[in-house]
């Protein structure tokens, strides 16, 4: 049960079920991160939307590699160039059903816990409207259980341990970021 405080009373009263909750938990965590998103839901990541992050307007139309990683470091996620192995590996380089039809670039799964800006489920991920939803999901995703880390080692010790099931997935990543020469990439964007 959510609790709500009373301004009138001075006291903490039952504000009801489980819709009021989430929906003051994303507008707690819009205001935590600063950022509100005003989109169109939509079923592609083809189409256009427009995101505001703190007073600046960026328009985002299609995924672009560039504009991932652009947006990336917008939101501030930390470790890009390891994140964006994450996501060529997730997707296919970009080609899987769950990111072309639920805008999910991590493979991720909709939270429960933490906040999170998931529509929905399809397919047993989440379901985002636009993929830099996505984004911003793993940047709440990093800020809630990754806060502490200060070193490339200890992120990737991090995802070995609590991200994937697969045993090489930290060896597969950073095989990718050596083969697209990915930090290189990153920081020329």
């Not at 989109?39 to 985002?60: A, F, G, H, I, R």
């Not at 192995?85 to 429960?112: C, D, P, V, W, Y």
Request: hydrophobic content about 35%; charged content about 20%; some cysteine.
């Amino acid at each position: 049960m959510f609790y709500k405080y009373d301004s009138n009373k001075l006291l903490y009263r039952k504000a009801g079920g489980t819709i009021l909750f989430y929906f003051l938990l994303s507008i707690t965590c819009a205001a935590i991160f600063g950022f509100a998103i005003a989109s169109k839901p939509n079923k592609s990541s083809v189409q256009e939307t427009t995101v505001y992050l703190s007073s600046d307007t960026v328009v985002l139309t299609s995924f672009t590699p560039e504009r991932f990683v652009s947006y990336m470091k917008q939101v501030n996620v930390k470790y890009p160039h390891i994140v964006y192995a994450q996501s060529l590996l997730e997707t296919q380089h970009f080609n899987s059903k769950i990111f072309q039809e639920n805008n999910n670039l991590f493979g991720m799964k909709q939270a429960r816990v933490r906040c999170n800006v998931a529509v929905n489920t399809s397919r047993g991920h989440a379901l985002y409207n636009h993929w830099t939803e996505s984004v911003i999901d793993y940047a709440l995703y990093q800020s809630s259980y990754l806060y502490g880390i200060k070193s490339e080692a200890a992120y990737f010790a991090k995802l070995q341990k609590s991200y994937a099931g697969d045993p090489t997935y930290v060896d597969k990543l950073k095989k990718l970021i050596e083969k697209h020469k990915l930090e290189e990439y990153v920081d020329s964007i």
